[in-house]
């Protein structure tokens, strides 16, 4: 997919479906730009506007090629001292990660404005995170899951929870350059 016709759809995507709705990623420090380049196509495809992320293991290995769609620089990309000074106005925080109390990810209602936090590949979102969180969310899997995988279901299912357009048109923009169907 060509970047004016990735950057369309997304525009496409914020004026029908998200008009007044903000959804935006926190990362704390993640490790491996392999999932942070995941992390980016599913802001891509699921219509998500920014990626904060703190610490310095992504400044570090961002070049190495993982983001190979380049959507960093069509999706904001932002390294900050502290996620929730960040938090865009009017988002509520959402805390995604496996602990006591927290409410499973299928009976979670989405606010409108959004802002998910999941922590890193090794350690876990740090608690004063989490007691500042007006959600916190998990899935209730067996084990952790990928950080990557993480996002891309938490965006699938505000998707799958949201009105979203069924047309064959919608369909026929969001799809790759080789599909030939
Ligand atoms: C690979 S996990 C972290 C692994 C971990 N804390 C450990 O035990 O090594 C990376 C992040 O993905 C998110 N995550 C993974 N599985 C999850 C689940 N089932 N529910 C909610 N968050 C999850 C959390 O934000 C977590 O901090």
């Known amino acids: 997919?060509?970047?004016e016709h990735t950057i369309n759809l997304i525009e496409a995507e914020t004026q029908k479906n998200y008009l007044d709705r903000f959804v935006s990623i926190g990362l704390v420090n993640p490790k491996s730009a392999?999932?942070?380049?995941?992390?980016?196509?599913?802001?891509?495809?699921?219509?998500?506007?920014?990626?904060?992320?703190?610490?310095q293991r992504f400044g570090y290995?961002?070049?190495?090629?993982?983001?190979?769609?380049?959507?960093?620089?069509?999706?904001?990309?932002?390294g900050v001292d502290d996620l929730l000074k960040m938090k865009p106005e009017g988002s509520k925080v959402v805390v995604i990660e496996?602990?006591?109390?927290?409410?499973?990810?299928?009976?979670?209602?989405?606010?409108?404005?959004?802002f998910y936090i999941f922590g890193p590949e090794d350690a876990s979102v740090p608690p004063d995170i989490v007691e500042l969180a007006d959600h916190v969310v998990y899935i209730p899997t067996k084990n952790s899951?990928?950080?990557?995988?993480t996002a891309n279901v938490v965006l699938y299912d505000r998707l799958a929870k949201s009105d979203y357009d069924r047309s064959?048109?919608?369909?026929?923009?969001?799809?790759?350059?080789?599909?030939?169907?």
């Open 98 to 114: 496996l602990v006591e109390g927290a409410t499973p990810l299928p009976e979670f209602k989405h606010p409108d404005n959004a």
């Open 34 to 55: 392999t999932n942070v380049a995941s992390i980016l196509r599913a802001c891509s495809c699921y219509g998500a506007s920014a990626v904060f992320y703190t610490g």
């Open 61 to 78: 290995a961002k070049e190495f090629n993982a983001d190979t769609k380049k959507m960093r620089h069509i999706i904001p990309t932002v």
């Open 1 to 3: 997919m060509s970047y």
């Open 168 to 181: 064959d048109e919608f369909i026929k923009l969001s799809r790759d350059n080789n599909n030939n169907l």
């Open 145 to 149: 899951m990928n950080l990557a995988a």
